[in-house]
């Protein structure tokens, strides 16, 4: 069973930074034999967000939602069994729980991935 633990959330002021990490537990190398890997975001009393995601179906694929192009950028350590997102330029708007998740089966997944963490809190204030 593969377990995913986050790391790296907190409270920032607006235009600031922060780097989530994810590592993963459960055998080796678990990371790098994910077909789907990303992060994701929600907001009490709204719908899971896919915020960056790796596909590694056939080559390397990444994906950004519209709301983070030019500001997080998505990154994955083989050697460290770990996924990271780098966010820069922080918005209020950026604030929710942050999720890691991760999917064994083939294809490119942007929801409905298997495996998914406990969630850091990333907060924002103006």
């Known amino acids: 069973q593969v377990q995913l633990v986050e790391s790296g959330g907190g409270s920032v002021q607006a235009g600031g930074s922060l780097r989530l990490s994810c590592a993963a537990f459960?055998?080796?190398?678990?990371?790098?034999?994910?077909?789907?890997m990303g992060w994701f975001r929600q907001v009490p009393g709204k719908d899971l967000e896919g915020v960056a995601i790796i596909c590694s179906d056939g080559g390397s694929s990444t994906y950004y939602a519209d709301s983070v192009k030019g500001r997080f950028t998505i990154s994955q350590d083989n050697a460290k069994n770990s996924l990271s997102l780098q966010m820069n330029s922080l918005k209020p708007e950026d604030t929710a729980m942050y999720y890691c998740?991760?999917?064994?089966?083939?294809?490119?997944?942007?929801?409905?991935?298997?495996?998914r963490g406990q969630g850091t809190q990333v907060t924002v204030s103006s």
């Open positions: 998740a991760a999917d064994l089966r083939r294809g490119c997944r942007s929801s409905g991935l298997r495996y």
């Open positions: 459960g055998y080796s190398n678990s990371m790098y034999s994910m077909y789907s």
